[in-house]
């Protein structure tokens, strides 16, 4: 299980943003599929990085705060649909290839200030939140947002992340 994390921004995050990471993901798959192993791509952009990422993929041309791509179509939030050997699969490992997340780094830390809670806590959110969209989860309807916002805070609870922490 792992997330590979690319950077393209200099803006500081959390040092420990990889394990944070990872320990999420790990989450999100026991809660969607009692912990098959799987693979996510983070990129670490900027505000222009991802306003053209959102422009390209969504028709959307101004920036936000996080972007996922998921690599699989789910029918019900949380259980796998049927998986192919064919770019499900990690051919060399084996794990399941979820998608792939783009983490606005000048939003996060923008958003912590204006939200008054850490830069490790909004990090943690935004991928908590992106790992969620991955497995199928949205928040289109009120009853699917109250779940989704839910599990973002059972998930971020589980690992120690409220609000009051401090970076």
Not at 85 to 100: A, F, I, V
């Amino acid at each position: 299980m792992s997330v590979n994390i690319d950077r393209t921004t200099s803006v500081e995050l959390p040092d420990d943003i990889n394990a944070i990471a990872d320990g999420l993901l790990t989450r999100v798959m026991q809660l969607a599929d009692g912990g098959r192993e799987a693979d996510v791509d983070l990129l670490i952009c900027d505000s222009g990085e991802i306003r053209v990422l959102n422009r390209d993929f969504r028709d959307i041309d101004r920036e936000t705060d996080v972007l996922s791509f998921p690599n699989l179509a789910f029918e019900t939030p949380g259980v796998l649909p049927e998986l192919s050997d064919h770019g499900d699969l990690d051919p060399g490992t084996g794990n399941l290839l979820l998608g792939s997340i783009a983490l606005n780094a000048e939003r996060a830390v923008s958003q912590a200030k204006e939200y008054g809670h850490s830069v490790k806590r909004e990090c943690a959110f935004l991928i908590a939140h992106s790992l969620l969209h991955l497995v199928g989860y949205d928040h289109e309807t009120e009853q699917d947002a109250a779940e989704m916002e839910q599990l973002q805070e059972d998930l971020l609870c589980g690992m120690g992340i409220t609000r009051d922490i401090k970076d």
